[in-house]
């Protein structure tokens, strides 16, 4: 990997794109921290603990707890990616001019990213005036409370709308997939952040006068955390590299005086061929729900139907984690019939002579294709689906349970306080499996990219 690096930096175009693309996330980050006019949210984040809104922070660099300029991040265009594709598949007509114009789909993107980015930035405009952390100029009445609002709509639509075109530029100008460059410089630059979180969280909850039970709990919280990070680590680069490869075999063919083909060679499918896009899309619509709550100002506290649903749908809940499991499996079947066509792979086969021993050439060449391709696509939308909601059950369950059991029957807290420790442990771990899988699939992603243009850059002569 070190050597891909340093092979890549010496190649002088691949070197501009590299350049290029830690440019624009440098521009990305420090819009991250560009002030909104007349808001003062610093300490926003804080009532964003244990809800939906707390991953949604996250994926954004911490710019929503900020509420900084580029506060919606990335979400609005993922959202309007998602529903362009899915309209695609619906209706015929825009089905054909995704294959045939893709800039008008595009423009097309880029105006339902505006819209959903109007419809989001009005709900944070509303959350942040409801809330006791709002901006002190919200506090206006009348007039001025819609002139505040409106500038600061505004200012977040015109972020979004930055950061769908910075997106834009890493795609055509630089390397990988502009969105989830952003997603992973957000989760890394975020990392610092979190252990820090985390430590106030130890030493806030058992005050320094009873460290027997601090150390204990800061000492075995720290070794699970870093286990479980380790082991899915090596398992996802495990999973992400496995491949499964039908065999092919070239006819012989004489060409002029000189013969071609005989030799057997094989056709590699990937395991996870769709990378870390199925958790993207399915973090984005599972969580769309509980974010309208969120901003309509349910906190789930209440009594009535709609903080019921609040609880129903949460991150907490059982529904949370089903739901998201069946959305991985679903966007990685629908990704993949998107991004590999078995017709087409079997008619550039029988054009060059290729066919696979036992299946004959044509149709049956495709439907056996098909047939492995639904397979593997179910082994790998498994396996993102079980690393992506495993943290989500195990926080509010298994790691509660098991912090409790190792403070239960002490002398230094209170049971409150040990279920209170307990439950906010937990909540680091929910949300762990997605962004895991996002850091460590684009860094993957980024350096396949880099090998194949390496490859096309190095080859042989003709002596």
């Not at 209170?420 to 850091?439: E, M, Q």
Request: overall charge positive; hydrophobic content about 50%.
């Amino acid at each position: 990997m070190l050597q891909t690096l340093k092979n890549a930096w010496r190649t002088k175009d691949i070197r501009s794109k590299l350049l290029f693309t830690l440019l624009i996330l440098l521009l990305y980050r420090i819009g991250t921290v560009i002030p909104v006019p007349f808001v003062d949210a610093h300490d926003f984040a804080g009532s964003f603990s244990g809800t939906i809104l707390d991953y949604l922070n996250l994926l954004s660099g911490g710019s929503l707890g900020q509420a900084t300029l580029f506060a919606l991040g990335v979400s609005p265009y993922i959202n309007s990616s998602i529903i362009i594709q899915l309209l695609a598949v619906v209706f015929p007509k825009l089905g054909e001019l995704s294959k045939t114009d893709k800039k008008k789909m595009g423009f097309i993107t880029r105006i339902t990213t505006v819209v959903l980015a109007v419809i989001t930035a009005v709900g944070y405009y509303f959350l942040l005036a409801d809330s006791a952390l709002a901006p002190a100029a919200t506090k206006g009445q009348g007039s001025a409370f819609w002139f505040y609002g409106i500038v600061i709509v505004v200012c977040y639509v015109a972020g979004a709308s930055l950061v769908m075109w910075l997106a834009d530029r890493i795609n055509e100008h630089g390397i990988g997939n502009g969105v989830s460059m952003i997603l992973f410089a957000n989760i890394v630059t975020s990392l610092p952040q979190q252990c820090i979180a985390m430590y106030d969280l130890v030493r806030g909850t058992f005050a320094y006068e009873k460290p027997v039970g601090y150390v204990i709990l800061a000492i075995f919280f720290v070794l699970l955390l870093l286990a479980t990070i380790l082991a899915m680590t090596v398992f996802v680069i495990f999973i992400t590299g496995s491949e499964r490869r039908i065999p092919v075999q070239y006819a012989k063919r004489v060409v002029g005086r000189k013969m071609y083909g005989g030799q057997s060679s094989n056709l590699p499918i990937k395991l996870n061929m769709t990378g870390v896009m199925p958790v993207i899309f399915a973090s984005s619509i599972v969580s769309l729900v509980p974010t309208i709550l969120m901003l309509c100002g349910v906190t789930g506290e209440g009594e009535d139907f709609w903080n019921w649903l609040a609880r129903f749908l949460g991150s907490d809940g059982i529904v949370y984690p089903i739901v998201f499991f069946i959305l991985i499996i679903g966007f990685a079947y629908f990704y993949t019939q998107i991004t590999f066509d078995p017709v087409e792979v079997a008619n550039n086969l029988k054009k060059q002579g290729g066919a696979i021993p036992g299946i004959r050439q044509g149709r049956p060449t495709s439907d056996y294709i098909k047939k492995i391709l639904n397979k593997i696509t179910l082994a790998g939308a498994l396996f993102l689906s079980i690393v992506a909601v495993l943290p989500v059950i195990a926080g509010p369950h298994i790691v509660q349970h098991i912090v409790e059991w190792i403070l239960s029957g002490n002398t230094y807290y209170s049971a409150e306080t040990v279920a209170t420790a307990a439950k906010s442990y937990s909540s680091v771990f929910t949300f762990g499996g997605t962004s895991l899988i996002i850091v460590v699939g684009v860094a993957l992603e980024t350096f396949r990219e880099l090998e194949a243009q390496l490859t096309m850059r190095n080859y042989k002569g003709f002596l």
